[in-house]
Every structure is written in structure tokens, then in C-alpha cells.
């Protein structure tokens, strides 16, 4: 019976407990004998065996063990043990290194095979020796940053193991050389599930030792004074899994905001490995060597300066830092074809999936167009299925069954894409995945083959056109697409090898996605005492998805009026009191919505004498002074993280009261900086009525430096055109 051999083992470990050994083996030799699928019962009958030295016997056992179960890495770890404990080296290192080919973060197992092979730890013997000398011969260094801290080394080496997987070391010495630094450096963090800290301490100036307090994530530092040196050192083992089990994608950056002494980045590789490498913002030149049997590689440079301080809206760090990149994956089509082949196994179309299609088109798709059936597919999808960003459910690359996220109704965005293209296909229509670096990750990251993606989205061929649409807002517009999509990353999977073979990364263009343009119509009626406001709003684009959110039954009526008076107090400065919000015209997919809001400013009119005057209430900012508060810049703008819109077209119509005249009316202006137009003019509809009509087109092309001082002149100019008053008697 099932339970015949857990009584066993209990009565096994009674006979064990009272020294019944010869019971005990017979017991346990039964067990495994009458089940021998089962390797937990036959593993103890195997510990049994080593525990009495009958190692022969053992290695027998094991391989029984290893018939049921042939890519069993523990079990070839203890047949390597076993022949390690019979003084048979060469097989002992044999099945050591079989073991750790599959389960290369094994340290203790990698330990144990350095032991065994009287191997020394090639790390060690290339690292920096001496570290509490190098930081006596460094300290007081000229090189001075605006932290307060000044890098003595940064030493980062990598040891690829032959297995697969690979161990790395990291040495830091931070010298704090103002009050600025204690502040900078006093908690540190690093993770210490993923590294093993080997040293974090302070190095006091007379040489003195205060280790750091250590704490979920972070080392602390007590008492730190100028002068100290912080001295942090870990290691840490990675490895990859299934196709890449063997490769690795590496990186190393030279320069920080800290300036420093000494930056060594170490690379030691095996005999056989191949590999591309490249560099952005700078080249640094190398030095080879060998170190048992190995090659060791080392870039490093001295003396280097602190990089210029940040800047707001400027390109991700990793696009600014001098780095090397390494990646033994040759070309994008080994990318395109695992995760193709990965996708493939799970891109079912069964009955679930044919049901929820019939579903979808009921009468077929014949006589449909195309945009049509993509935008159902795109509807059905929005509306029955939520995101969860929790990958564990499946797994980091692959997704669920598609039958799986229209059951659960529920999906990461690898999962609600693979639906999407499913039921593409039955719709006979051409779709792909596409595997994406959201562009707040840089630009750079991808110079060589890599599959470290953040995102999944999908192309879809639509009447001869491409169109990458987002499936992982559930308010975002069919076509539209999220600025952090712009020119981000991207992959294109095909299921067809021969298509593959062209893969390359590309920049996700933005030519087909619906444009973000704000239609505005404001009228302001001026009295004495107050300003009221009657406003229409059309919004298209991926910026449809705040007001789609906005005004659907997930947020409250209070919450929604808190909302829109808290957008209108920022823009207008003033206290607005909102009398109603309401939606004139909206599908959620559709490309744009349309709403009204009303409002109402208490406040009396300013005068000049006896002019009255007030400003020009536009409802939507186009430029902003943060935008070029600098009188110089050291790094590009990247638009897209300040502006969100490619169009504005507004209208403001100004009403005072049937007595009064408009007699100071503002000249109408334009003006152009590249990609970029502003247009502002004025119209006296009647003595008491004037009309001010503003269209802003602007693309998200970079800002350069070289650029910089004539585009803050032309923001200049627009922020005054905007902040031109109206007088009227």
C-alpha cells in the first residue's frame, strides 16, 4: 500500500535511533528494491551505503538512481563525491563537472572541485592584493567630486565557469572627503540574498576598523567622519538556464558621479569561448594574460573625473557612462528563434481559444476589414482580461496557454499578447510578438545580443501596414501607444526561421500610432467678483487613457472632482471650485473622447489705474520653465520624458461684461524651433468679446547641447506669448 513505505521508514528510524543497524539496512535496502522509481527511497538506502563506507556498493545504487532520473544533478554530485571519497580524482572531477553544468551556482559543489583539482581560484589570483595597503598609498587623493566621495577602486571581475554560469567579485574603497559624502554613503544598498558580503567596513584613518551594521538590504555606516575610507567587497554566483545556459551578457561602466583613482573591470574566460564585445562613449584599452589555463582580460583606467552633475529629463545613466558590453550570443536571430521555439510550444488553439473567437465573431470574419477585427480582438482583450505584473505564474519568458489567461482572465503582458496573436491567427491575420526594453531602461542596453527584455507587446499587419500595439492598459486607446514606448528597444519574433534569419533590433516606430493631440474650447465670462468657466476637451492618443480612467465607474464621483480641481489649481494658480464634469463622447477604444468640464474662480479683477486686465486662462501648458531652467546643459534632453502630446489646438473665448470693451489686445506671434510651432492669435469678435486661438506642434526628438540655448530662447518666447494680459475698460 501507499503508506507501506513511510511506516517503514519510521520503524527504520526507530532501529537506527536504538543501533539496529543490520535492521535498518535490511528496512531500507526492501524499500528501494520494491520501489525502485522512487529515488527518495532509494537515496537513503544510498546514505546508508556511504555512512558505512561501502562506497562500490553506493556507486551501484546511484546508478539505478540515474536510470530514473538521468539529468539529476544531485545525484551526479554524489557520484562525484563517492569516487572523491575512493581517492578517484578523475572521475570525482568528471561527475562534479557534470553536476554543475546543469546547477552552476553551486558554489559549495565548485568549492569542493577547486579543492579536489588543487585548482586555485583564478579571481584571487588576478584581484587586487593588499587592499588596506592601496588604501594607505590612495587616501588623500586631489581627485575631488561633488558628492564628497572619491572612488580609490572599483574592481569588478568575472570569472566564467566552463560549466556554464559564472562567479564575480566586487571591491569598492570610497573615500568620504566632505560632510556631503557621510550623507551620500552612510546606508548602502546591497542585496544580500543575491551577494555574499565579504567585506563591509570603515577604514578609519589610523587604520582602525568599525565593521558596518547589516540589515534587510543595507549596510549602515556609524559615525563616519571625513577622511574615512568605506571598504565593501562581495561575491556572487549567476547562471543562466535552458538554451543559453552556456552564455552570458555582460556590462561594466568606467566613470559615475563619484570621480576615481582606479576603475579595473577583469574578464576571465575559458579556453573555446567566443564572444562580441563593444563599447559606447569611449574606448578603453586592454591588457591579456593567462591564469590556469584561462585567459584574463583586464580594461582599466586611472585618475578619471566625475561625470557632470544630473540633469532633469536627461538620457538614462547607462546611456551616458563609458561602457563595455560582452554577450556570447552572436546575432538577434538565436533571440528570435529561442523564444520563438519557447512561444510556439504554449500557442495552442484549442477549443477555449475557438470558442472565445466564435465569440468574439459570431457570424465569422468574412466581410470584416482587418482594422476592424484587430480592434475587436484588441476590445475583447481590454475588456475581459487584467494585468498582473506578477510573472511567477507561469514563468519569466514563457507565457501561459492562451486558453489558460481567457480562463483565469488574467496575464502579464507576454500573456495578453500571445492571446492577441492567437486569435489573430484564426482571424487569418498576421501578428507578432515582440519583445521590448522600455525605453526609461536606455537606449544602449541593446548595443549587443541580449535577451534581458522587460516587456512584450505586439505587430500587427493591418491593411499592408504595421502597427505595435500595447496590450497591457486596459484604458489605452486601440493604436495608441505610451511615450515609453518611443524608439524603445524592440525584437520582432517570427515563427518562421527564415524570417528570423533578418532579425535585428529595432526602435519602436511611432508613424502608424494614433497622435496625441488636445482640441480645446475655453470660455471665460468675467464679472467683478468671479471668473467662470464652461470648457470642452477632445483628447486622442495614448493620453485618452488618463480621462478613459477618469471617468469610468472605477473612480468615484468625489474622487474624480478632486482630481480635475487639483489639474486646474496647478495650471491656473488659482482655487478652483468645480461645478461639474461630464462626457460628451466616448468608446473606450475609440480614438479620442470628448468631455465638459464647468468651473468657477473667486476673485475681483485687477486694475492699472482705471484698466482692467486679466491673463489668458489656457488650460493646458505647453512649455514650462523647468524645461530650460538650466543657462547651459552637459546632456541631451530626451523629449519624451517631458512632454507627453504632439499637437496642441486651443481656443479661449473671453466674455466681459455687455458695458465694457476690450482696449489692449495683445499682437499675435509666432514662432518655430525645429521640429516645433507655436501660433497665437487674437480675434475681436465683438467689443466685449475676444477670441484667442493657440496650435502648438512639437515632435519628441532629443534637445542637444549644441541645441540647447537656442531652443530655451524659443520656449522664452512662447512662455511670454502665454503670459500676455488682455486690458479692458
Known amino acids: 500500500s501507499q503508506g507501506y513505505p ?86 570525482a572531477e568528471k561527475f562534479i563537472r557534470q553536476s554543475l553544468s546543469h546547477n552552476s551556482s553551486n558554489s559549495s559543489l565548485r568549492k569542493k572541485l577547486y579543492d579536489i583539482t588543487k585548482t586555485p581560484d583564478e579571481i584571487e589570483e588576478v584581484a587586487t592584493k593588499d587592499i588596506y595597503k592601496v588604501i594607505k598609498q590612495r587616501r588623500n587623493s586631489t581627485l575631488k567630486g561633488d558628492f564628497g566621495v572619491t572612488t580609490l577602486l572599483d574592481e569588478y571581475i568575472v570569472n566564467i565557469l566552463p560549466e556554464g554560469g559564472r562567479k564575480s567579485k566586487v571591491t569598492f574603497l570610497y573615500e568620504i572627503t566632505s560632510e556631503k559624502g557621510i550623507e551620500e554613503l552612510k546606508e548602502y544598498s546591497l542585496q544580500s540574498y543575491s551577494n555574499s558580503v565579504l567585506k563591509s567596513e570603515i577604514v578609519k584613518q589610523d587604520g582602525s576598523i568599525v565593521p558596518a551594521e547589516e540589515g534587510d538590504g543595507t549596510l549602515v555606516f556609524t559615525d563616519l567622519k571625513v577622511g574615512d575610507v568605506i571598504y565593501i567587497q562581495y561575491e556572487r554566483y549567476e547562471n543562466s ?60 583606467r586611472t585618475n578619471v573625473p566625475a561625470m557632470a552633475l544630473s540633469e532633469a529629463y536627461a538620457p538614462n545613466f547607462s546611456d551616458l557612462t563609458n561602457t563595455i558590453r560582452i ?15 519557447l512561444v510556439k510550444k504554449n500557442l495552442k488553439l484549442d477549443k477555449i481559444t475557438k470558442k472565445t473567437f466564435a465569440e468574439i465573431f459570431p457570424n465569422g470574419v468574412t466581410g470584416i476589414s482587418q482594422e476592424e477585427i484587430a480592434k475587436k480582438i484588441y476590445s475583447y482583450i481590454g475588456n475581459n482580461i487584467k494585468y498582473s505584473s506578477l510573472d511567477f505564474r ?44 522600455t525605453n526609461d531602461n536606455g537606449f544602449t542596453s541593446m548595443l549587443l545580443p541580449s535577451n534581458d527584455f522587460n516587456h512584450c507587446i505586439v505587430k500587427v499587419a493591418i491593411d499592408g501596414k504595421d502597427y ?28 518562421d526561421k527564415a524570417e528570423n534569419e533578418k ?74 471650485s468645480l461645478q ?38 489656457f488650460l493646458d501648458k505647453v512649455y514650462t520653465r523647468d524645461i530650460i531652467s538650466l543657462e547651459s546643459r552637459k546632456y541631451d534632453i530626451d523629449y519624451f520624458s517631458y512632454e507627453t502630446s504632439n499637437e496642441y489646438n486651443s481656443e479661449v473665448i473671453l466674455n466681459i461684461p455687455q458695458d465694457k470693451k476690450f482696449t489692449e489686445v495683445p499682437e499675435g506671434k509666432t514662432f518655430t524651433f525645429k521640429g516645433h510651432k507655436y501660433q497665437i492669435a487674437f480675434e475681436l469678435v465683438k467689443p466685449n468679446t475676444l477670441k484667442v486661438v493657440r496650435t502648438v506642434t512639437l515632435n519628441w526628438d532629443k534637445i542637444s547641447t549644441t541645441d540647447y540655448l537656442e531652443y530655451k530662447k524659443y520656449v522664452e518666447d512662447v512662455i511670454a506669448a502665454e503670459e500676455q494680459i488682455v486690458g479692458f475698460k
Open 6 to 91: 513511510i511506516a517503514v521508514i519510521q520503524w527504520g528510524g526507530y532501529y537506527d535511533h536504538a543501533c539496529r543497524k543490520d535492521e535498518v539496512e535490511k528496512m531500507i535496502h526492501v524499500v528501494s528494491t520494491r520501489f525502485p522509481y522512487s529515488n527518495d527511497l532509494r537515496l537513503d538506502y544510498i546514505n546508508h551505503l556511504v555512512d558505512e563506507k561501502r562506497y562500490t556498493e553506493a556507486l551501484v545504487e546511484v546508478d539505478r538512481a540515474l536510470a530514473n532520473f538521468p539529468y539529476s544533478f544531485s545525484l551526479m554530485e554524489k557520484k562525484g563525491t563517492i569516487y572523491n571519497s575512493l581517492n578517484n580524482v578523475k572521475d
Open 241 to 300: 538556464y535552458g538554451r543559453f545556459y552556456k552564455d552570458f551578457d555582460l556590462s561594466c561602466y568606467f566613470n559615475s558621479y563619484y570621480p576615481a583613482v582606479e576603475t579595473v573591470f577583469g574578464f576571465i574566460y575559458p579556453p573555446g569561448t567566443e564572444y562580441i564585445s563593444d563599447f559606447i562613449n569611449g574606448t578603453v584599452p586592454s591588457t591579456t594574460k593567462k591564469v590556469n589555463n584561462k585567459t584574463y582580460m583586464i580594461w582599466k
Open 327 to 341: 554577450s556570447t550570443i552572436k546575432s538577434w536571430k538565436e533571440i528570435s528563434n529561442w523564444y520563438s521555439d
Open 394 to 437: 507561469q514563468s519569466g519568458y514563457v507565457p501561459q496557454k492562451p486558453s489558460k489567461t481567457i480562463t483565469t482572465k488574467l496575464g502579464d503582458c507576454k500573456d495578453v499578447s500571445t492571446l492577441f496573436v492567437a486569435l489573430s491567427q484564426l482571424a487569418g491575420m498576421k501578428a507578432n510578438l515582440v519583445l521590448v526594453t
Open 468 to 495: 505595435f500595439l500595447e496590450l497591457t492598459d486596459k484604458y489605452l486607446p486601440f493604436k495608441a501607444l505610451p511615450s515609453s514606448l518611443y524608439n524603445a528597444n524592440a525584437l520582432v519574433i517570427s515563427f
Open 503 to 576: 532579425s535585428k533590433i529595432i526602435g519602436i516606430p511611432f508613424d502608424n500610432a494614433l497622435k496625441n493631440v488636445t482640441n480645446a474650447v475655453t470660455t471665460m465670462t468675467i464679472d467683478d467678483k468671479s471668473k467662470s468657466f464652461t470648457n470642452t476637451f477632445t483628447i486622442s492618443g495614448a493620453n485618452k487613457s488618463y480621462y478613459n480612467e477618469l471617468f469610468s465607474d472605477a473612480t468615484t464621483e468625489d474622487v474624480r472632482k478632486k482630481r480635475i480641481e487639483e489639474d486646474y489649481n496647478s495650471k491656473l494658480k488659482k482655487v478652483v
Open 580 to 617: 461639474s464634469s461630464k462626457v460628451v463622447k466616448n468608446e473606450t477604444y475609440d480614438k479620442d473622447i470628448t468631455f465638459e468640464t464647468q468651473f468657477s474662480i473667486s476673485e475681483r479683477i485687477q486694475t492699472v489705474g482705471n484698466l482692467k486686465i486679466t491673463d489668458i486662462p
